[in-house]
C-alpha cells in the first residue's frame, strides 16, 4: 500500500489533470486488479478501505479539490462521488471501476482461468474428465485446501446476494462455480465480429464488440449494473423527496438522467491525440464538476456578512426571471446575457461544418436570403447548407440548437429528451415549410449541454459517410464506418464540454473582478499608504503583470 500511496502523490502533483485521470483510469486501476487477482479476498480485505481512500483523493482532485481536510471533512460527499464515478461513461460515470466489485470477481476468475493447470498439478485436489464432449471439473476435493474452496464459496455468495438471476444464480459447489466461470470466458468467441453487426448496432457507439472479454468482465458488468441500479434509484427517490433538499436533489438526478447515454461522455473516451481534445486544468475541473453536480471552487459565491457584498452580483436574469447563480456552472454554460449561449452554438456549429466539409462536401456556413424568391425581406438564416449531398437529392438546410438539460419544457425527471423534442419542434416550425417550398430538405439539430447528440444529426451523418464510403471504396466495411462516426462524435462532444468549461471560466473572472471592485469601495482599513492600498491603481497593475513580475524577480539587476 505504501507503494501505491507514492504512486498516487507523484500523479497528484503531475500538473495535467485531464492526463492525471486517463493514467489513473487506464494504468493505476489496472494494477491493482492483477495483484487482487493473485491473492485471497480475506488476505486483501484490509487493503480496501486504504486504496478507496487513495482512489478519492484523485478523485477529488479532478473537482479542484486537493486539501485532504476537506475530503474527511465532506466524507458522505465523496463516498457517493465514488461511487458514482465507478460506474462506465455511457450510465453517466467516469469508468473509474468500482474496488468492491473488482475485489469479489477477481480471485474467482483467476482460479477458473488457472484450473486446468491446477489440475495437472495437484490431481488429487481437482479432477478433470470429459462432460458433453468438453473438458470439465468433474470435482473438486473440499477437504485439501479448505480455505481455497471456503475463498471461492464466500465470493460467489457476496455476488449472488447483489446480483439475482446472475451467472452465478444456484451454484453451490465450487465445481460448478469454476466450470461457469470458465464457460462464460469461452463464450467470447461466439460474439458477433463487427463486419457481421447490422447498421443499426453501430449507432451504438461506443459498446464494446463483445459482450465481455473474460469471465472476470462478465462478472464485473453484473456487479457494476446493480450496483448502478440501486444508485439510480436511490437518487430518483432523493428528486421526489418533498424537503429543503429536493431542489438540488432534483438537479442531480436530472442532470445525472441527462448524460445516460452514448454520446455525452464521447470527449472522455478521445484521449488527448487531437489539440481539439486537449483541456487546461481549469477546463477539465469545470468539466468534472457539471458532469457530476459539485460545487466548483473557482466560482465566487455570495456571502452575506460581508456588507460589501452585492447579491445581484451573484444573480442573472437573461430568463427575465433574476435568480442565483448555481455554483455547478450550469447556468454559466449557456447564459443568453453573457453571450455564453451564442459562443457555444456557434462552436458546435463550426465543428460539424469542418467535419461535413472533410468529407468532401460542398457547405455554406450561415447563408443569406435562402428563401428570398418567395419573400423577398425574409431574414431568416439557417446554420448550415450542403450543396452536394451523397446520394443525390435535395440540397439539406441544416438549424443547430444547444439546449440545456433543466429547461422548462422538462416536465419528467426520466424523460430528458423532452427538451430535444420540443426545441426540435420549433425549429421545424420556423424552416420546415419555407424550407420544402423553396426545394431544400430541413434537419433541426439538437444538441444538449451535457453533450448528448439527436438521434436526426446521427443518422444524416451515417448516411454521409456510408455513401461517400461507397463511392471512393465501393465495399463499405461497417468498421470503418464506426470509426468515423465514433470521431466525429467526439470532435462535436469536446468542443460543446470544451465552449461550456471556457464560459465558466470567463464568467467565474468576470464575477471574481466585479467582486474585487466593489470590495475595494467598502474597504475599512484607510491607513495605509497609496502604493500598498488595494483601492488604488496598483492592485490592478500588479493582477496584469503579475506572471512578468514572477519572471523578472530571478534577473540579477546591477
Known amino acids: 500500500m505504501k507503494g501505491i500511496k507514492s504512486v498516487a502523490d507523484d500523479l497528484l502533483k503531475y500538473p495535467n489533470s485531464q492526463a492525471r485521470y486517463l493514467i489513473h483510469k487506464y494504468c ?3 494494477k491493482i486488479n492483477y495483484w487482487l487477482r493473485n491473492q485471497f479476498p480475506e488476505d486483501s480485505k484490509d487493503f480496501l478501505d486504504e486504496f478507496k481512500k487513495t482512489q478519492t483523493r484523485l478523485i477529488a482532485s479532478y473537482h479542484g479539490i486537493y486539501d485532504q481536510d476537506t475530503v474527511n471533512n465532506q466524507s458522505e460527499l465523496f463516498t457517493d462521488l465514488y461511487k458514482r464515478v465507478s460506474f462506465p461513461i455511457a450510465n453517466g460515470g467516469l469508468a473509474l471501476r468500482s474496488i468492491d466489485s473488482v475485489y469479489l470477481s477477481a480471485f474467482i476468475c483467476f482460479m477458473a482461468a488457472s484450473s486446468k493447470y491446477l489440475a495437472e498439478i495437484f490431481p488429487d485436489w481437482i479432477q478433470t474428465g470429459i462432460v458433453d464432449n468438453v473438458h470439465k471439473i468433474t470435482s473438486i476435493n473440499e477437504n485439501i485446501s479448505p480455505y481455497t474452496n471456503n475463498q471461492i464459496m464466500s465470493c460467489a455468495e457476496k455476488i449472488q446476494s447483489i446480483v439475482s438471476n446472475g451467472h452465478l444464480e444456484g451454484l453451490t459447489l465450487p465445481a460448478l462455480i469454476i466450470n461457469k466461470l470458465v464457460e462464460l470466458s469461452n463464450q467470447k468467441t461466439t460474439q458477433l465480429e463487427l463486419e457481421d453487426q447490422s447498421p443499426d448496432d453501430s449507432l451504438g457507439l461506443y459498446d464494446p464488440i463483445f459482450k465481455h472479454s473474460s469471465s472476470q468482465s462478465a462478472l464485473y458488468q453484473q456487479l457494476i449494473a446493480a450496483e448502478f441500479d440501486k444508485f439510480k434509484k ?3 427517490d432523493l428528486a421526489n423527496k418533498p424537503n429543503s433538499q429536493r431542489p438540488y436533489n432534483q438537479l442531480y ?3 445525472f438522467v441527462s448524460l445516460i447515454n452514448p454520446t455525452s461522455g464521447a470527449w472522455l473516451l478521445a484521449g488527448m491525440s487531437h489539440p481539439s481534445f486537449i483541456l487546461s486544468s481549469f477546463e477539465f475541473m469545470a468539466a468534472m464538476c457539471r458532469r457530476n453536480t459539485t460545487s466548483n471552487t473557482s466560482i465566487p459565491q455570495y456571502n452575506r456578512h460581508v456588507p460589501s457584498d ?5 444573480q442573472c436574469s437573461c430568463d427575465s426571471i433574476t435568480k442565483d447563480i448555481d455554483k455547478h456552472g450550469y447556468h454559466m454554460t449557456a447564459c443568453k446575457k453573457r453571450g455564453n449561449a451564442i459562443r457555444l452554438h456557434d462552436n458546435a456549429v463550426h465543428t460539424l461544418v469542418a467535419f461535413l466539409r472533410s468529407l468532401g462536401l460542398s457547405v455554406a456556413l450561415e447563408p443569406m436570403h435562402m428563401f428570398s424568391d418567395l419573400e423577398s425581406d425574409d431574414n431568416r438564416r439557417p446554420d448550415i447548407l450542403i450543396r452536394n449531398p451523397y446520394g443525390g437529392g435535395r440540397q439539406i438546410l441544416i438549424d443547430v440548437t444547444v439546449t440545456g438539460f433543466d429547461g422548462s419544457t422538462r416536465t419528467h425527471n426520466n424523460k430528458p429528451e423532452q427538451v430535444h423534442i420540443k426545441r426540435r419542434k420549433q425549429k421545424i416550425q420556423k424552416y420546415g415549410t419555407i424550407a420544402d417550398a423553396n426545394g431544400f430538405d430541413f434537419y433541426a439539430v439538437v444538441f ?7 438521434v ?3 443518422n444524416l451523418l451515417l448516411e454521409q459517410i456510408r455513401l461517400k464510403l461507397q463511392l471512393v471504396d465501393g465495399d463499405v466495411k461497417k468498421s470503418k464506418v464506426r470509426k468515423i462516426i465514433k470521431h466525429c462524435v467526439s470532435l462535436i462532444s469536446a468542443a460543446i464540454n470544451r465552449s461550456a468549461s471556457r464560459n465558466i471560466f470567463l464568467n467565474a473572472t468576470k464575477m471574481a473582478n466585479l467582486a474585487r471592485h466593489t470590495q475595494q469601495n467598502f474597504s475599512s482599513s484607510t491607513s495605509c499608504d497609496l502604493t500598498s492600498s488595494s483601492a488604488s491603481s496598483s492592485s490592478d497593475d500588479l493582477i496584469q503583470q503579475f506572471e512578468l513580475q514572477i519572471m ?7
Request: glycine share 4%; hydrophobic share 25%; net charge positive.
Open 253 to 255: 438526478y436530472r442532470n
Open 448 to 454: 444538449s449541454t451535457t453533450g448528448k447528440m439527436d
Open 552 to 558: 523578472n524577480q530571478n534577473v540579477l539587476q546591477i
Open 456 to 458: 436526426i444529426i446521427k
Open 310 to 314: 452585492n447579491p445581484q452580483n451573484y
Open 234 to 236: 436511490d437518487k430518483e
Open 28 to 30: 493505476f486501476n489496472q
